[in-house]
């Protein structure tokens, strides 16, 4: 079945730096690629998303890229804040469901 | 709109007792979902529906059931409560290739 794979698990980066988290899926027809976001204590929001027919999309500091070919994609996020901090997921998707990775817990440094 | 509810919000079960989640939508959304969410294990995928009436099992269906008589309601049961089952459980849904809205979870802890 589907696996998805997601690195690292926690990163601690300075405010103002940028952070990279990483994944990778084992079911080349996934289609579609979201990231969440989750405060503590909260529900994911989904922060942003890539279809499997782009290879990147920007949302102001987050932007996403996508390898099809290596069946991995990534989120970056540049200029880090403290509200940043939280835990990120991504997911694959194919046809019905999500296969989430494990999380990623982002501390920011002030 | 309140998008998704869940009920309810927390709930301590002893061992062997049961109970139902309920997950309510009012936007129409063809496609529900429950997780649970473990520490160090992510979201993991329990059962799932893709219309009124619909039922598919999950990464993790054991110990649990659903019903979705309705289109907008989506009942996740325990019939028999273990303490792995202690967990946050989210319900999630979706209409078409968008992303997921989620409830604000339970909060479940069986003694």
């Known amino acids: 079945g589907e696996n998805v794979e997601q690195h690292p698990s926690t990163l601690s980066v300075q405010e103002g730096d940028s952070a990279v988290i990483k994944c990778t899926y084992s079911?080349?027809?996934?289609?579609?690629f979201p990231w969440y976001k989750q405060e503590l204590g909260k529900r994911p929001q989904l922060i942003i998303d890539i279809r499997s027919n782009v290879g990147e999309k920007k949302d102001q500091r987050i932007a996403v890229t996508l390898n099809k070919t290596a069946k991995h994609f990534s989120l970056h996020i540049t200029e880090t804040q403290p509200e940043d901090s939280a835990v990120y997921f991504c997911?694959?998707?194919?046809?019905?469901?999500?296969?989430f990775g494990t999380g990623t817990r982002l501390k920011v440094l002030a | 709109n309140a998008g998704v509810t869940q009920t309810p919000k927390f709930r301590v079960l002893k061992t062997g007792q049961s109970m139902t989640l309920l997950c309510a939508q009012d936007m129409n959304h063809e496609y529900m979902y429950w997780y649970r969410q473990d520490p160090g294990m992510g979201l993991r995928l329990i059962h799932y529906?893709?219309?009124?009436?619909?039922?598919a099992k999950g990464e993790v269906p054991d110990g649990y059931n659903v019903s979705r008589l309705k289109k907008q309601n989506f009942l996740l049961g325990l019939e028999s409560a273990a303490p792995s089952q202690t967990s946050v459980y989210f319900c999630?849904?979706?209409?078409?290739?968008?992303?997921?809205?989620f409830g604000s979870g339970t909060r479940l802890t069986v003694v």
């Open positions: 079911d080349s027809a996934s289609n579609y």
């Open positions: 529906s893709v219309g009124e009436g619909t039922t």
């Open positions: 997911a694959a998707i194919r046809t019905y469901k999500y296969i």
């Open positions: 999630a849904t979706r209409q078409g290739g968008y992303g997921y809205t």
